[in-house]
């Protein structure tokens, strides 16, 4: 069953703002990642954060956590047309620490 | 390196048909496989994991008589749909652990399937 759920479910924006996209899951994790996925591709491993961080940065991406409040979220600055894409956030399953377990998406986009 | 290939990338088959997704780890060995299901504008349901060697172990509400898993060696993973149906119409990805250095799950590009 999923995990968590991620708000908003759709996200529209300018190119050039920034982008926020929320995770909230059920149970204690060791680690929490991003991942983003093109219509009808894969999915690219965005950003990995485990539960004693509270904040990581890559480039133009900004991943917080707060387990206290068993949420995440992803900021993605000065946001570019290309960056138009689904986005899950995934946490370890409670019976295996490599098995994902996926939120429900954000679907982002980007106007030029 | 970490790449994980899926073939083929699209299949349509006719209903009652059986279709056999591959998923391989083309540079590094994968002690653990994954399958997952994903319909339109949904997220990616975890099917079964995969150990080499092993039976595949299902999520609850997964057939295994319907959803086979093979997998046969540290870089292949095999999925086949047995007398496909429209409504396994779907998404399916797979993706590898390697262990080790590579304490991750790697991603295939995914197989889209279509059964009219």
């Known amino acids: 069953s999923q995990q968590g759920e991620e708000d908003p479910q759709a996200l529209s924006i300018q190119e050039g703002e920034n982008a926020t996209m929320n995770c909230s899951y059920k149970t204690s994790i060791n680690n929490l990642q991003w991942y983003r996925q093109n219509s009808g591709r894969g999915l690219v491993h965005l950003i990995l954060i485990r539960s004693n961080e509270r904040e990581k940065h890559s480039g133009r991406l900004r991943v917080t956590l707060d387990t206290s409040k068993k949420s995440s979220s992803l900021l993605i600055t000065a946001s570019r047309a290309a960056d138009t894409a689904s986005y899950f956030c995934a946490t370890d399953a409670e019976d295996s620490s490599y098995k994902l377990i996926f939120g429900s998406g954000t679907r982002l986009l980007v106007r030029p | 390196g970490a790449v994980v290939s899926q073939h083929p990338s699209r299949v349509i088959c006719k209903s009652g048909t059986s279709v056999k997704i591959e998923c391989r780890s083309l540079?590094?060995?994968?002690?653990?496989m994954f399958w997952y299901r994903q319909f339109p504008k949904q997220s990616l349901m975890l099917m079964a994991t995969s150990n080499e060697g092993s039976k595949a172990t299902y999520e609850q509400g997964v057939e295994k008589d319907k959803f086979l898993i093979n997998h046969a060696s540290l870089t292949l993973s095999t999925l086949t749909v047995t007398s496909a149906h429209p409504e396994d119409s779907s998404f399916y990805i797979c993706?590898?652990?390697?262990?080790?250095?590579?304490?991750?799950?790697?991603f295939g590009p995914g197989t889209r399937l279509t059964v009219l």
């Open positions: 540079d590094f060995q994968a002690t653990t």
């Open positions: 993706s590898a652990y390697g262990g080790g250095d590579l304490d991750e799950q790697f």
